[in-house]
């Protein structure tokens, strides 16, 4: 298991931190966008996704 984690979004670094860290506080909306994709456990959960729209510039 990894103890950090890089998160790239559109070829740059937008995150570099422990995997803890990450997942309890994402800094930027494209980590917040990818934990939200992640399908929960139970079934009868739905995530809401987050639209990331000009929060994520090319």
Partial sequence: MADDVIVMCLGRIVQSVPVAHVVARPAHPYPRALLLA???L???QRNRL???GESVQS
């Fill in 38 to 40: 992640v399908p929960p």
């Fill in 42 to 44: 139970d079934p009868r």
């Fill in 50 to 52: 987050l639209p990331l």
